[in-house]
Nanobody, 124 residues
């Protein structure tokens, strides 16, 4: 059974940076496409970024493109999300997710495993 544990959230000022981590265990990390999603209070969960296990394809939501960077360390079984130039509208609970789909996946329903989430709060 796959287990995902996010960390690295916190409260920051607009323009600051944070790096989220997602520790993966239970299966072979390198064979899973990974994604980051977020859910702001009162809103639906939305896609942020995804990185495929096959050929390392990457895709970002338009709202974070150029500011956020997704990466993975297969040797450590860890997924990262580097978030720069944070804005108040980036405030949300951030979740990592895993799927065996070989290509990038932006649809939350296609992910099989989810972490518990980490809170990011950006104040102006």
């Amino acid at each position: 059974q796959v287990r995902l544990v996010e960390s690295g959230g916190g409260s920051v000022q607009a323009g600051d940076s944070l790096r989220l981590s997602c520790a993966f265990s239970g299966r072979t990390f390198s064979r899973y496409t990974m994604g980051w999603f977020r859910q702001a209070q009162g809103k639906e969960r939305e896609f942020v970024a995804t990185m495929a296990w096959s050929q390392g394809g990457i895709h970002y939501a338009d709202s974070v493109k150029g500011r956020f960077t997704i990466s993975r360390d297969n040797a450590k079984s860890v997924l990262y999300l580097q978030m720069n130039s944070l804005k108040p509208e980036d405030s949300a609970v951030y979740y990592c997710a895993a799927t065996t789909q070989p290509s990038v996946v932006v649809t939350s329903s296609l992910y099989d495993y989810w972490g518990q989430g980490t809170q990011v709060t950006v104040s102006s």
